[in-house]
């Protein structure tokens, strides 16, 4: 599926400019600097729009009360279960991804939409390598150093770890 959006015909001489989306308003903001900022670029070029669907866990932890103390349990999920959280979060990753190739439209950008199942750092940097993307944009959340610290900067491994460059863009 992800191969048919981005096409192949004549791709190795365009330069392709990918912008890794999630619901935060911090993604928004890159989004739109890019079409704000790389407008010349984006329309000479495709530019791909992606968004991580995270992992479905195959077992999940609930509370129980047991007196004044909780007791948390782990409970393996069924098939069914597992099947319709991991088809929920499709959904709402294509409708995430829906709302920005309008926000494209909207500016005259053609844009094409991908998204894949994983840790967002991993699936971010795997799918610039599988598709030879030349430029990757993603938005900062702004995190304090110790929240950073703690868990983790999916910008800061994609700087590391991506095969392009990548550009962070800072929301004022």
């Known amino acids: 599926m992800a191969a048919e959006i981005l096409g192949g015909g004549g791709a190795e001489t365009e330069k392709k400019v990918m912008v890794a989306i999630d619901e ?9 600097w890019v ?4 407008k010349e670029s984006i329309t000479k070029s495709p530019l791909v729009i992606f968004m991580a669907q995270p992992p479905t866990k195959s077992n999940y932890t609930y509370a129980a009360a047991l007196g004044s103390a909780r007791m948390y349990c782990p409970v393996s999920a069924n098939p069914e279960f597992v099947a319709s959280v991991q088809e929920n979060h499709k959904k709402l990753a294509l409708a995430f991804l829906e709302k920005a190739k309008d926000i494209c439209a909207s500016r005259g950008v053609n844009a094409k939409t991908l998204t894949e199942v994983g840790d967002p750092s991993t699936a971010i940097c795997d ?8 430029l990757l944009v993603l938005g900062e ?9 703690l868990l983790g900067s999916v910008s800061n491994y994609c ?3 991506a095969n392009c460059p ?6 004022p």
Do not use: P
């Open 24 to 32: 935060s308003e911090y993604s928004h903001y890159a989004l739109i």
């Open 35 to 38: 079409l704000d900022n790389l």
């Open 127 to 134: 799918a610039v390598q599988k598709f030879n993307i030349n």
């Open 141 to 149: 959340r702004g995190l304090g150093k110790l929240k950073r610290t």
């Open 159 to 161: 700087v590391q770890n």
């Open 166 to 171: 990548v550009l962070v863009v800072r929301k």
